[in-house]
């Protein structure tokens, strides 16, 4: 029988004590053929009885104690099931179930302890676990005693690279990669952003679809990758891209002339570059551009076709390509 149940039981049977021990008295007293009966001696091992409505309250304040203290919680994250703990590196998060005013779970209890140690009172959980860009939320019951509970993320890793056709690598600085989930471009969520390349991102395992940034104008490699529970994936894109370097120059490789408006245009008119300088740089993905070089009320242009490969400068001649 649970205590709780066994403390009612207890009150009910000391007031039916009561009740078996004053009754036979009365009798006695009013019957002359049966003698008085003594007053039984007070056990003083015995613990004194509670009168009815007192024992009520006292169930009442013992239910409400169970159910409001504080319980021992402890939570614990592994990368796979068959893997061990994972020591540090964790946030978790405990929300209420019942959602307030506004329609959102309340924040309860949070740490960043590898193996969290919580105290929670009785009662039905949400518990968050994230770990890198790996995270599970999973429900979470607390009763009387202690209470430990093992989320099993099942999680790999990504390290994501980028090289020129032809492997010629790209200065780090130039790259950057953005993570969704897979499928229709109208349905996927962005998991990160603006990634440097070589770091080591944490995933639930499952397909990505990969966004390789090589400059900040055109040039874009796109992939879908399959993350495994437990393993390391490297992936490398391939750009068919060049870095561009621009100046404008009155002889064939004479100096760059200062204070240039620079624009480069596509054959359908827009506008993908714009800069002032004597040497702007940017990357462009192959393809056939316009080149435009404004030097006070004169402009110059060039038509110019990119190609995959290593960095190259592009002159554009004053004596030769000039427009108003």
Not at 52 to 71: F, H, L, S, V, W
Not at 106 to 127: I, N
Not at 244 to 271: C, H
């Amino acid at each position: 029988m649970p205590p709780l149940f066994r403390l009612i039981a207890c009150a009910m049977l000391s007031l039916s004590a009561i009740s078996l021990a004053v009754d036979p008295v009365v009798i006695a007293q009013e019957s002359a053929e049966i003698p008085p009966l003594p007053r039984p001696r007070p056990d003083r091992d015995a613990t004194t009885a509670i009168p009815a409505g007192e024992a009520k309250g006292t169930a009442t304040q013992a239910i409400e104690a169970i159910t409001t203290t504080p319980q021992s919680v402890t939570l614990s994250a592994r990368i796979t099931q068959d893997g061990p703990a994972i020591p540090d590196g964790v946030v978790w998060r405990v929300f209420d179930t019942v959602p307030d005013a506004s329609g959102n779970m309340k924040l309860v209890a949070k740490s960043e302890e590898g193996t969290a140690k919580l105290d929670l009172p009785p009662g039905e959980y949400v518990v968050h676990v994230a770990y890198g860009r790996a995270q599970l939320s999973e429900a979470l019951s607390v009763t009387t005693g202690n209470n430990e509970k093992i989320i099993d993320l099942e999680a790999g890793a990504l390290r994501l690279n980028s090289a020129v056709t032809g492997d010629i690598p790209i200065e780090p600085t130039q790259l950057h990669f953005d993570i969704f989930t897979a499928g229709e471009e109208s349905n996927r969520v962005l998991i990160a952003e603006n990634l440097p390349p070589n770091d080591i991102i944490t995933l639930n395992a499952g397909t990505y679809h990969i966004v390789s940034h090589f400059g900040t104008i055109n040039a874009v490699v796109r992939a879908d990758l399959r993350v495994e529970a437990g393993e390391l994936t490297d992936a490398t894109l391939y750009h068919h891209a060049s870095e561009v370097s621009l100046k404008l120059v009155s002889v064939e490789g004479g100096e760059a002339i200062a204070d240039v408006e620079w624009t480069i245009k596509t054959p359908d008119g827009a506008t993908v570059f714009t800069d002032r300088g004597a040497f702007p740089t940017t990357v462009l993905a192959e393809g056939d551009y316009l080149v435009l070089a404004k030097q006070g009320e004169k402009v110059y242009n060039r038509e110019v076709q990119v190609v995959s490969g290593g960095s190259r400068e592009i002159e554009v001649l004053t004596s030769v390509y000039q427009g108003g």
